[in-house]
């Protein structure tokens, strides 16, 4: 095998960019790159490239974007044909299927944003800071054909910061996985990585984030409902009901305070509401539905709230 292996990368988000960065850097041969179609944003509805694609072009790689590749036969010569070494996979948003799990020789490689066998799953750096987790990381590992089921190769440990947000986080993550994942191919060419077993009695679930999921229950207690919202930022965000309107949640911090579950109470120009276990928070920044976003004194002096009155009704 030479120095410089054959690679197909699978990419989409700003995530892998970084993965796709280092491959060449490092000397690796990206003879493909295979990236989701082009998809209609805002409110004009413009198709718009994935950021792996943008980068990709700017960096002169090939690229297709087939709609879907589990039976695309076109799609399966042309990959074929290629004979690659490996096929690098770094949030694609495809299941990949068995043929092509089968074609290359070092098969197809996956870096997944935390420490498998814990969060398994499509959304795993928003659900790690949600939960309260003060480290994750990233794995490089074999995709089989379960749900992040696959044989670890390398893992590295990543602090998560008082402040960090999914948005701040991931960064951080695709960095440090962009390195490691020129680790793992090194390590594989020479033989000094070798898979292992997850652990399944250890294995957690990162679903897919709902709306929902950014609704605040005020039964939670404030360190519960502050780090959903550092991990939910930018979507689901927190959302709550004030006078029967949705109220988002931009911006709020823990208050030295006891009070009743979703009741405000109004105290010097700061507004607070009681979560669970006698614990408060403070909001900070709010945004009513079809109004702007506001800081707290502003929507105090809109709105004139009243202690006792409850939000998520």
């Known amino acids: ?8 990368l699978c990419g989409t988000p700003r995530f892998a960019v970084p993965t796709l960065d280092r491959l060449v850097e490092a000397g690796f041969h990206i003879h493909l790159v295979v990236t989701q179609p082009d998809r209609p944003k805002g409110r004009g509805l413009e198709l718009v490239s994935s950021p792996v694609k943008q980068r990709s072009l700017q960096l002169g ?8 590749i589990k039976h695309n036969e076109a799609f399966r010569a042309h990959l074929s044909a290629l004979k690659p070494d490996a096929v690098l996979v770094v949030g694609y948003g495809r299941i990949i299927p068995q043929w092509m799990l089968d074609l290359p020789p070092l098969g197809n490689i996956n870096l997944h944003a935390s420490l498998l066998p814990k969060y398994r799953g499509a959304a795993p750096i928003q659900w790690a800071i949600a939960l309260g987790e003060t480290v994750t990381g990233v794995t490089t590992m074999k995709i089989d054909a379960g749900l992040d089921t696959g044989d670890i190769l390398l893992q590295q440990e990543v602090p998560i910061a008082p402040d960090d947000t999914a948005e701040k986080l991931a960064p951080k993550l695709a960095a440090v996985g962009a390195d490691l994942t020129v680790t793992t191919l090194r390590g594989l060419q020479t033989g000094s990585v070798h898979p292992r077993q997850q652990d399944r009695a250890q294995a957690t679930l990162a679903p897919i984030l709902k709306k929902e999921d950014g609704f605040i229950e005020f039964t939670r207690s404030a360190t519960e409902i502050l780090n959903r919202m550092r991990g939910f930022q930018p979507w689901p965000g927190a959302h709550t009901k004030f006078r029967g309107k949705n109220l988002q949640v931009w911006k709020a911090a823990r208050a030295d305070r006891a009070l009743p579950s979703a009741e405000l109470k109004v105290e010097g120009g700061h507004l607070l509401v009681g979560c669970g276990d006698g614990t408060a928070i403070e909001l900070l920044e709010l945004q009513l539905e079809g109004k702007k976003r506001t800081s707290a004194p502003d929507f105090l002096r809109g709105y004139r709230p009243q202690d006792g009155e409850k939000l998520g009704l």
């Open 1 to 8: 095998m030479s120095s410089s292996l054959n690679l197909v």
């Open 61 to 68: 790689l090939p690229i297709i974007q087939p709609e879907q």
